[in-house]
């Protein structure tokens, strides 16, 4: 079924609406079980807060939980608060176990114990084992639907048997090969097995070169490895190499949309947040954003100071402050551009510690060419235009190509030794490393003008 454009779902909403109001309840039962999950989700959250809630429990018990999974958090809870117990429950039943393990995070702890107490034992068993791994990590975002085949089965048993469990499973494109002590032996396509003889055994069809992710793997690893190897489902096993759960690609999205906007926020020097722009207040907007702001104001009070002590030396060539501002900007934009570039190879891996020779031998002849550049083209600016004089004109732009090549070497060591420590590099991003080029850039003016000016 095709996801809707724009115009058909302004018109799926209008409809939506006016069965709705009209209360023709069973055409519109009917009209969205016509339609995709996540378009439903969609129109949904379109709706007032009052109408949520009443649109949801038309939909068919089937198909309700499938769209509770495309819901945001915040509609989640809407609906989950307004229904019974009993029938909160049966929906966190028929959500996959990784949904359900996201809903009830968000959920205050006197809920998730309500809903895990009136939950079928099955389920209650599969969140309470995903809930015991760390945040962030394999064992957290797996799922536990998935399937499982013996070695000893033939073809004809293992299909009989993915008929009575596969309802119930993430995904049955590919199956998964166990021992007797569950041990993760091998994989077997769907396809292999209806291309294949009934009588064939699992066990000589079963793919033996397994990847596998651990279940301690931190979520940013898993999406490498989802990457690198262009898997849609990925086996999660424990450190005795028995299989507890499967990953799929939809989990990954999430993650990779997830870690790119902490890295953007951090980036900005915004502490991270988990929820959606418009949904989150003005007292925690600024709760997130003011500590970085206080701390690179604090910062910057030393290129103030840096200024002050050399005010009389600036008083006797005043022309020198007009360009404090492009050495400090100039500076500022090439430690931002070396740091992005850095921590974005970071992130994917292609840049390691032991890589940092050559990073910084690779960020020196950049900053030399795009230094030299510059100092040229702003000579010709400042002796055609300005009419500065030469001295002043060569100390702006000899500080301007030793600004550059600072700015660099600090914006691209910076993230790999922050990496090192076991901190995110998008710490270390443009805010950050523009404070501390800032300074660097001032104290080279004003040794270059003491050099050649003799002030």
Same mark, same amino acid.
């Given at each position: 079924?095709?996801?809707?454009?724009?115009?058909?779902?302004?018109?799926?909403?209008?409809?939506?609406?006016?069965?709705?109001?009209?209360?023709?309840? #069973?055409?519109?039962?009917?009209?969205?079980?016509?339609? *995709?999950?996540?378009?439903?989700?969609?129109?949904?959250?379109?709706?007032?807060?009052?109408?949520?809630?009443?649109?949801?429990?038309?939909?068919? %018990?089937?198909?309700?939980?499938?769209?509770?999974?495309?819901?945001?958090?915040?509609?989640?809870?809407?609906?989950?608060?307004?229904?019974?117990?009993?029938?909160a429950a049966n929906v966190i039943d028929n959500l996959m176990a990784d949904d359900a393990v996201d809903f009830l995070d968000e959920m205050p702890a006197n809920v998730v114990e309500r809903l895990?107490?009136?939950?079928?034992?099955?389920?209650?068993?599969?969140?309470?084992?995903?809930?015991?791994?760390?945040?962030?990590?394999?064992?957290?975002?797996?799922?536990?639907?998935?399937?499982?085949?013996?070695?000893?089965?033939?073809?004809?048993?293992?299909?009989?048997?993915?008929?009575?469990?596969?309802?119930?499973?993430?995904?049955?494109?590919?199956?998964?090969?166990?021992?007797?002590?569950?041990?993760?032996?091998? /994989?077997?396509?769907?396809?292999?097995?209806?291309?294949?003889?009934?009588?064939?055994?699992?066990?000589?069809?079963?793919?033996?070169?397994?990847?596998?992710?651990?279940?301690?793997?931190?979520?940013?690893?898993?999406?490498?490895?989802?990457?690198?190897?262009?898997?849609?489902?990925?086996?999660?096993?424990? *450190?005795?190499?028995?299989?507890?759960?499967? $990953?799929?690609?939809?989990? $990954?999205?999430?993650?990779?949309?997830?870690?790119? #906007?902490?890295?953007?926020?951090?980036?900005?020097?915004?502490?991270?947040?988990?929820?959606?722009?418009?949904?989150?207040?003005?007292?925690? /907007?600024?709760?997130?954003?003011?500590?970085?702001?206080?701390?690179?104001?604090?910062?910057? #009070?030393?290129?103030?100071?840096?200024?002050?002590?050399?005010?009389?030396?600036?008083? %006797?060539?005043?022309?020198?402050?007009?360009?404090?501002?492009?050495?400090?900007?100039?500076?500022? *934009?090439?430690?931002?551009?070396?740091?992005? /570039?850095?921590?974005?190879?970071?992130?994917?891996?292609?840049?390691?510690?032991?890589?940092?020779?050559?990073?910084?031998?690779?960020?020196?002849?950049?900053?030399?060419?795009?230094?030299?550049?510059?100092?040229?083209?702003?000579?010709?600016?400042?002796?055609?235009?300005?009419?500065?004089?030469?001295?002043?004109?060569?100390?702006?732009?000899? /500080?301007?190509?030793?600004?550059?090549?600072?700015?660099?070497?600090?914006?691209? $060591?910076?993230?790999i030794g922050a990496k090192k420590l076991g901190f995110d590099p998008a710490v270390m991003a443009s805010p950050f490393i523009t404070t501390i080029v800032d300074a660097l850039s001032l104290l080279?003016?004003?040794?270059?003008?003491?050099? $050649?000016?003799?002030?």
């Open positions: 079924m095709e996801m809707l454009n724009e115009l058909d779902e302004r018109h799926n909403l209008e409809e939506l609406r006016e069965l709705f109001e009209s209360k023709q309840y #069973t055409k519109l039962r009917q009209f969205l079980a016509e339609l *995709n999950d996540a378009d439903i989700a969609a129109l949904i959250e379109e709706l007032d807060e009052e109408e949520v809630s009443k649109v949801f429990r038309i939909l068919p %018990k089937d198909l309700a939980a499938d769209v509770f999974s495309y819901l945001d958090v915040d509609y989640q809870q809407t609906i989950i608060y307004s229904l019974s117990e009993k029938e895990l107490a009136n939950a079928k034992p099955d389920t209650r068993q599969a969140i309470n084992h995903l809930l015991r791994y760390p945040e962030d990590s394999a064992g957290s975002i797996m799922t536990v639907e998935y399937v499982s085949l013996k070695e000893s089965f033939t073809v004809d048993q293992a299909i009989e048997h993915i008929k009575k469990v596969g309802l119930d499973s993430e995904t049955i494109n590919i199956c998964y090969v166990l021992d007797a002590q569950r041990k993760l032996v091998g /994989t077997v396509a769907l396809r292999y097995l209806l291309l294949s003889d009934g009588d064939e055994i699992i066990g000589d069809l079963m793919h033996e070169n397994i990847i596998a992710i651990n279940t301690l793997m931190d979520q940013e690893q898993v999406a490498a490895q989802f990457k690198k190897y262009d898997f849609t489902a990925m086996p999660v096993v424990d *450190n005795e190499n028995r299989l507890v759960g499967i $990953i799929t690609v939809d989990d $990954i999205v999430d993650i990779m949309e997830e870690e790119t #906007t902490e890295d953007m926020e951090k980036m900005a020097a915004i502490v991270p947040s988990d929820k959606p722009y418009m949904r989150t207040g003005v007292l925690e /907007t600024y709760k997130k954003r003011i500590p970085w702001l206080l701390l690179l104001m604090v910062s910057a #009070t030393f290129t103030g100071a840096i200024i002050s002590s050399f005010e009389e030396a600036l008083s %006797k060539y005043a022309a020198l402050i007009a360009f404090i501002p492009m050495l400090m900007d100039t500076g500022g *934009n090439a430690g931002g551009q070396a740091s992005v /570039t850095v921590i974005r190879g970071l992130s994917l891996g292609e840049i390691e510690y032991s890589n940092v020779p050559g990073v910084i031998w690779k960020e020196i002849r950049v900053a030399v060419i795009c230094g030299i550049t510059l100092a040229a083209a702003n000579f010709a600016k400042l002796m055609l235009f300005d009419r500065v004089g030469v001295l002043v004109s060569a100390t702006v732009c000899f /500080t301007l190509v030793a600004a550059v090549a600072m700015a660099m070497l600090v914006g691209c $060591i910076l993230p080279v003016y004003f040794r270059f003008a003491t050099m $050649i000016l003799g002030i």
